[in-house]
């Protein structure tokens, strides 16, 4: 009877293990699965992104939205999404009980061929009722899954970033389930690149971005910021208005993985004809009454549109409501200073009326929209809104507030107003000429 092989004896710490061998191609399976968180509120908005980029089997969750589809569905929803805060690539999951399920989980998948030991990690766990009593106890086990999965591979070993790492590995658990995900985008994809410096309190551009989305806003109507701040609402406006893909200018961990194929990627980024610099004339309109506000949004908007856009984008410098209608009609987006403190809400209740006045003589046939934690906003302009979308700016609970002013009326209100839809704007009512 033959001898079984000897194995291979183990090696000594002079003498390395082999290092792996690179996997050049990418992964096998037809079907991967994803999850992309984003923004409380822009779940619809994001399933319709990717709806648009042939994703499958899309099920939307309370912040983010699952999908299916081939690898390089996973590189395009990081590349074109302008709603997507990352897209997770899910690598495991299975049923379990305690910490070395999880543990076995993850030991189950080839780290070794997806990355190289010298790039650094983080792992990340969330939970929804998980019955398991530490969640920094699964993210360490996790984290020594992966180290031994690489040990027993070769002799070296990833170590951990928690600040900058190369790679971010989610846990997720709900009650018997543990899902394990890489993430494909890095930085948080709402980092465009294109913001250099930074004003007190930007919106996150995701966020901008899915407000415009929801407002079904695609670059066919002027849009007015009357309070732009650092321009994200502009600038994202721009990227869309030129169909641009919103991480043109930034790159992606998936960069970084052992299968990536830079040339099949530059394929990816270069296959969609954009109008990057030709922005229609006329379209975008800014202002702010700070002047440092006014600067930032420029540069802004130049990194993504160019100097000669640029020109075709008015940027004023004064009062919102001393401004003067930039056009017929329009949609107007704007995030006005919400007050934190007790003195700034006093003085924003004494501006809203003077805002509220503002509307209704100049923006007759406009949609108006604030983004603002201050609920009674709408009260203090003296009008109802239409509709009201509760959405999340980092962690501050928010309204998307719609207010629809008909033409028809040019009148200031006559005394201070006291909140309830104007007469004019009740259903029905019909003002004499
Ligand atoms: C919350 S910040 C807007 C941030 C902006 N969305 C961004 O992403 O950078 C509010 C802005 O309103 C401006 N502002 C305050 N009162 C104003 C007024 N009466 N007219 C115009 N702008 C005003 C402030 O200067 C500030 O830039």
């Known amino acids: 009877m033959p001898l079984p092989p000897k194995p291979n004896p183990a090696p000594s710490p002079q003498q390395p293990r082999a290092t792996i061998a690179v996997k050049a191609k990418a992964p096998s399976k037809v079907v991967e699965r994803f999850f992309a968180p984003c923004p409380r509120g822009l779940e619809t908005v994001l399933a319709d992104e990717l709806a648009a980029l042939d994703a499958d089997r899309i099920e939307i969750t309370d912040g983010g939205v ?12 990081c590349l074109w999404s302008r709603v997507a805060s990352r897209v997770l690539w899910q690598l495991g999951e299975a049923e379990y009980r305690v910490e070395d399920d999880i543990y076995r989980i993850a030991r189950d998948i080839d780290w070794p061929h997806l990355f190289a030991a010298h790039h650094t990690i983080r792992v990340e766990t969330n939970a929804i009722r998980s019955p398991l009593k530490s969640l920094d ?12 999965k690489f040990r027993a591979a070769m002799n070296s070993r990833p170590s951990v970033d928690t600040s900058m790492p190369d790679m971010r590995i989610f846990v ?26 930074g004003l007190a309190a930007p919106l996150r551009e995701n966020l901008a971005a899915g407000m415009l989305l929801l407002k079904g806003w695609k670059g066919d109507r002027p849009l007015l910021d009357a309070m732009c701040g650092s321009g994200t609402i502009l600038t994202e406006a721009a990227l869309i208005a030129t169909n641009t893909a919103p991480g043109l200018q930034r790159s992606f961990s998936f960069e970084k993985l052992r299968f990536f194929d830079a040339s099949q990627f530059r394929a990816i980024r270069e296959s969609s004809p954009n109008n990057i610099g030709r922005l229609e004339p006329g379209l975008l309109f800014g202002n702010d009454v700070n002047p440092a506000a006014i600067d930032t949004t420029e540069r802004h908007l130049h990194n993504v549109v160019g100097a000669t856009a640029l020109k075709g984008i008015r940027l004023t410098n004064q009062r919102a409501e001393t401004l003067t209608r930039p056009a017929e009609n329009g949609l107007l987006l704007s995030n006005p200073p919400y007050g934190e403190r007790m003195d700034e809400l006093a ?3 004494e501006w809203y009326p003077q805002l509220g006045a503002w509307m209704k003589r100049e923006l007759a046939g406009w949609t108006v929209c604030f983004i603002t934690a201050d609920r009674d906003m709408p009260s203090g302009l003296g009008f109802k809104p239409g509709k009201k979308t509760p959405l999340y700016n980092g962690a501050l609970d928010c309204r998307l507030f719609e207010f629809q ?25 019909r003002e004499r000429n």
Do not use: C, N
Not at 137 to 148: E, G, R
Not at 405 to 429: F, I, V
């Open 347 to 349: 003085t924003l209740r």
């Open 172 to 197: 997720f658990l709900t009650e018997y389930k543990a899902t394990i995900y890489l993430d494909l985008a890095g930085e948080a994809l709402f980092k465009r690149g294109y913001r250099r410096e």
């Open 405 to 429: 002013m008909y033409s028809g009326s040019k009148r200031e209100p006559k005394e201070k107003p006291q909140g309830g839809m104007p007469m004019e704007h009740r259903p029905g009512h």
């Open 66 to 77: 699952g999908f299916s589809g081939a690898f390089d569905l996973g590189q395009r929803a």
């Open 137 to 148: 106890f699964v993210t360490l086990k996790v984290k020594d899954a992966i180290v031994d």
